[in-house]
Every structure is written in C-alpha cells, then in structure tokens.
C-alpha cells in the first residue's frame, strides 16, 4: 500500500506539472498573439483588390475585445478608413504591378458625400494613367454609385440594380404621442432652425426647419448629380430619378437591364463573370483554379507594402470625428477628454503646424470646449492652425473649428447648424392619470430639483434657459471672434441654420474649397515649408495588444466571400432602407432619456455611416445641465 501510494503521488505530481506547463504554453502563446505584429504578405500584382464590406470612415472605432463576446453571433462591422483607401488607390496608380483596379461594393456600408468625392477623384487619377477600374455589386444606391461612376467598367447582377433616390427622408415625431401620455418635454434652446428638438414636442416639421432642409438637401442632390454627370456623363439620371415607375415598367420590372437601358451600368453578370473579364485584363490567380479568380493584392496587403513616407518635419492632424461626448470614449466617438488629451501630449512634439480634420456633427458642450481649450493652446505657442471640414462640421463640430486661422470645406461639407439646447422630460401627468402624486417639503424654490415626477418650476426653468442662453452667447462669441464678425452678425446666419459648403463659403463661415491635402499644404506654407520637407503625422489614440488582438479575431470572422451576406434584388435594397429608417427612429426616442447636458448638436445632418448613438462617460464631471440631467435618466 506505501508502494502504490508512491505510485499515486508521483502519477498526480505528473499530472500538475503537465498542467502547468500547459498553462504556462497557453498564456505564452496568447501573449505572443496578442503582442506580435503582422508580417507583411507579398504583392502579387495584378489587381488592386478593394472589397468593401463596411462603411468608409473618417476615423475607424477600434474594436474592443468585449464586442466579441456579446454573444451576438456576428462580428463587428469593420469600417475602412478613407484615408487609406485614397492612399492604395493613389499608390496603385503609380505602380506598375498593378493593372487595374477591381472595387467589389457588395457589402458597401457608405460614406459620406464628401467622402465619396475624394475616393472617387483618387480613382480617377488611376484612369488618368490608363488603368482600368471595374466595379462590381448586386445592388447600387446613392453611395456605392458615386463611387460607381467613377469606374471604367461598372458591373451589376442579374438580380439587382441601380436605384438613386437622392438625399432626405422622414423623422418620426412623437410630440402628440408624448402629450397623450402625459409626458412633458421641457425644452430649453436658442435657434429658431435648432430643429433637434421638434420630434419631441411637434407631430411635423416647423416651417423653419423645412425651409433649410429643403435648401441643404437640394443643395447636396446637385453636387451629387454633377458629380455623377461628370464622372459619367452617359448616365441618364433624368430617366432613372424622374417617373421610375415607367422606367422599371419599360424593362419588364427587370432592374438590372433597366440600370444598363439608363447608362447608370456597363454589364449585367454575376460575380464569377465579373472575376472572369479582371482575369482577363490582369491574369489569373496562381493559387487557385476556381471560376472567377484573378491575380490580385487585396487592400490590406497593399498598404502593408506601402508605408506613408515621413520626409522632413511633422504637421500634426487631429481628427474629430463622430458625436461629441464627454469622457474618453473613441476613436470614431469625440470623446472630448480623449482628444484634449492627444492634443496636450502633442504640444511637445514640435509640430510645425496642426490641422484639425473635422467630421462630427457635434453633440455635447462640454466636449466640444475641452476640445476647442486644447486647440487655442497651440495658437498660443504661436503654431499655425487649419482646419479640414469633411462631411460634417455642425453645431459642436463647428465650435471647435473655431481656434483655427482658415478654414476648408468642399461643396458638399454640411455646416453651420450654430444653436444650442437641453431637453428634460417629466412625468407629473402620466403619474396623476394613475393617482399617483409628488408632495414633499422645500427650504428653497430649487429643493429636490430636477424632480422628473413633479415636474420643473419656474425658477428651474429659467435658471436651465439661462445657461443656454449664456452658452449660445458664447458659441457667437467665439465665431465671431473666428471670422472677424461681431456677434450680432453671426446670429443673423446662426440661429441653428445649417449650410452647405458652398453657402457657407458665400457667407463667410469657411475660407476656401479644398481637401485634406490642401489643408495640409497651406499649414505647411504657413509653417514656411517646401513640398518634401514635411510630413503628416496623426495623433491618435494606440491600438493596445488586446484590441488588436481583437481585431485580428474580427477581420478572420468577416466571410471571404458576401454572397451570403449580399442584397441580391430591389426588394432587399428597399428592406435595408427600411430598416435604417427603424434604427433611426428609435436612437431618435433614446436620445430623449440619455442627456449630456446642454448640446451643440445637428438633427437636420445626414448620419454618417459606422456612427453609433454616443454615450457620455458616467465618470467624467459634466456642466450644470447634464449634472441635472443625469437625474432624470
């Protein structure tokens, strides 16, 4: 028995030390995961590979490693940053392994029109070198087909189409719903266009905000139509926008072949033979025999090969892109303290400029003035500060350009928007249908307020207008002060109305029409630097080894192929829209319950693509009214 006793200790001695070491080799691998870089893979050639299969983006959220395991079965939408795809395709232009480019926009997620305009002018410069550019989708909306047009070849499949329906829709709005339950929305707000807050106390839009959303909307319709007409000049948009019903009647209801009757697309065919004419063209893949493959680099692999060069000195580029919310929530959020934080570690960098790129259509106050404080602190060490207006730059989002010396926007950059507001909800009246009563006692007129179940008194309610009042002082101030206006000529153009690019050019809002390149370019002239004597050096927020970890899990969980996942006809085109329309309507009724405290924010702005309803950081202090506000969450 002392024998086998031996025996037992010994096997379970054994036994803990494999266990061990198979932890030991687990936790080693796992951090080797999590801690290696990717090793660049080799360019084939061939073709520029662009397959979209999520949004285009000013600046990608990181994926957070708790995404995976929501348990939702699906991984997170990746977004593409467009500044990388304006670099493959540039890149690709002037290199000769590439031959073309082939653009698969089946899982295109879209972007912003001005977005959408730099990609398409970067392939353009591809087809200025004679490279042909084929694009290939199941089904085309306004989006991918501004993307579309730019394209040499542009291929459908025999299920789908192209269905442009230009810019605008409905908003729900709940304000006779609300009464009838007997709950009060108390809004607070200055702006005769801040129509933020109409859904919440109206059942339809007020004339102010129709008027200037049928100016915006019909502003933005025409550059996209001259855009397209320029990249395509033989698309008939007049056949395919004007009397559809007759359009789609004339083809026997089939889509595709009326897309191809319009000119809006050059071949109906499926993926296979759309893979089969980019063989054609570029070869065929070395790696497989499979139907429909050709040698092509995809874009991953390509921007691997290609580095941005770092010649001479640095100018630095901070993005504000997405809601603005207190904390430090992002990237594709503005979390204010997160991107106060960049710009204060950057102060020290030597930069010998900074530009700010801007795509946000603003959101809490606070935020936005931390952002804007650590802007003015570079104008007070004397570097030179610009500011790049993409999509949007409204409400908030225009109140942190404002430390900026010139600014630059493009046609169909959406701004303006200057107006401020709080909402506050109470529900006195829904509980007394239900005798239920508040009572209570109070040494002052403000005890116990914000009270959503007895509602707000008089006092309250002008003490939460005031602040408002002193803040959209402050938003004229500060414009003012921008753009060499005196405050009360800024509220003459203020008042919440948002702007086109171009009307905003008109009235003095933004300096000049351009990109991002010449944004960069005109901080260098003022930095007293040559073309090759600097560079653009972004400050942004590391990848830790975890969220690249996840990421990496993220991109192998995205199918290699979007048949499955792909709309195939115009019944599945219309379904995704309306389901947008049912995502919008309710982050429209949850903002109602999640105030940030007093927001710069722009309802009548187009959402953009990848954009999450933001939520401010529980921990971060916040101003008066969302301190107030948090009361009634």
Not at 138 to 144: F, H
Not at 463 to 486: C, D, H, P, S
Request: glycine share 12%.
């Amino acid at each position: 028995m002392a024998f086998a006793r031996k025996i037992w200790k010994l096997l379970v001695g054994i036994k803990d030390a494999l266990v061990l070491i198979a932890m030991l080799l687990f936790f080693a691998g796992l951090y080797a995961v999590l801690t290696a870089r990717p090793t660049a893979a080799t360019v084939q050639g061939g073709a520029l590979l662009i397959d979209l299969d999520g949004p285009i983006v000013e600046e990608p959220a990181q994926v957070q490693f708790t995404d995976l395991l929501s348990g939702s079965g699906n991984a997170p939408t990746r977004e593409y940053a467009a500044g990388d795809v304006i670099r493959a395709l540039r890149t690709a232009a002037g290199d000769s392994r590439i031959k073309a480019v082939a653009l698969d926009l089946s899982g295109f997620a879209g972007a912003g029109q001005v977005t959408l305009h730099d990609v398409g002018q970067a392939l353009d410069a591809v087809r200025a070198v004679h490279k042909p550019v084929l694009v290939y989708s199941g089904l085309y909306d306004d989006s991918s087909y501004l993307l579309a047009a730019h394209a040499s070849e542009v291929w459908v499949d025999p299920m789908g189409g192209a269905l442009p329906v230009g810019p605008g829709g409905t908003h729900l709005y709940f304000g006779p719903l609300l009464q009838k339950l007997g709950i009060d929305v108390h809004v607070f707000r200055v702006g005769t266009y801040k129509s933020f807050v109409e859904p919440y106390i109206l059942g339809g839009m007020s004339p102010a905000a129709r008027e200037n959303a049928t100016a915006l909307y019909g502003a933005l319709w025409q550059d996209w139509k001259d855009d397209v007409g320029k990249a395509r000049p033989r698309a008939n948009l007049a056949m395919a926008t004007g009397d559809t019903t007759a359009w789609l009647k004339a083809a026997n209801g089939d889509g595709a072949k009326a897309s191809l009757t319009a000119g809006l697309v050059d071949h109906i065919g499926d993926r296979t033979q759309f893979g089969e004419r980019v063989a054609a063209l570029v070869g065929r893949s070395t790696t497989t025999t499979r139907p429909g493959t050709f040698l092509s680099t995809p874009l991953k692999t390509w921007l691997g090969a290609n580095p941005v060069a770092t010649p001479g000195k640095a100018i630095g580029v901070i993005t504000i892109a997405g809601e603005m919310v207190p904390g430090k929530a992002g990237p594709g959020t503005a979390g204010g303290d997160r991107i106060a934080r960049l710009l204060d570690d950057g102060l020290d960098n030597g930069y010998s400029a900074l530009v700010v790129r801007v795509d946000s259509p603003g959101g809490a106050v606070v935020a936005g003035e931390k952002i804007r404080a650590a802007i003015s602190r570079y104008r007070a060490k004397n570097i030179p500060v610009v500011v790049s207006m993409a999509n949007l730059a409204a409400s908030g989002g225009y109140w942190v350009t404002t430390p900026g010396e010139h600014v630059f926007a493009e046609p169909s950059t959406i701004t303006g928007s200057i107006g401020v507001f709080g909402i506050l909800p109470s529900f006195e009246k829904a509980l007394a249908k239900y005798g239920v009563a508040a009572d209570g006692v109070h040494t002052t007129p403000l005890s116990g307020q914000p009270d959503p179940f007895a509602g707000y008194p008089q006092q309250f309610s002008d003490l939460m207008q005031g602040e408002i009042n002193f803040i959209y002082a402050r938003f004229l101030a500060l414009v003012g002060a921008a753009r060499g206006k005196t405050p009360a000529d800024v509220d003459r153009i203020a008042q919440g109305r948002v702007w086109d690019g171009g009307t905003a050019r008109q009235i003095g809002l933004v300096d000049q029409f351009g990109n991002l390149d010449d944004a960069l370019a005109y901080a260098a002239g003022r930095a007293k630097l040559k073309p090759g004597e600097w560079h653009a050096e972004y400050l942004r927020t590391p990848e830790t080894a975890l969220t690249r970890f996840a990421r990496s899990i993220a991109e192998q969980q995205s199918p290699d192929d979007d048949d499955a996942t792909e709309a195939q006809d115009m019944t599945a085109l219309t379904g995704r829209r309306s389901a947008m329309v049912l995502n919008k309507a309710l982050a429209d009724l949850t903002r109602l319950s999640s105030a940030q405290g007093a927001e710069a924010y722009c309802l009548g702005c187009p959402a953009l693509p990848g954009a999450p309803l933001a939520r401010p950081d529980p921990n971060t202090p916040l101003g008066l009214l969302a301190r107030l506000a948090l009361f009634t969450r």
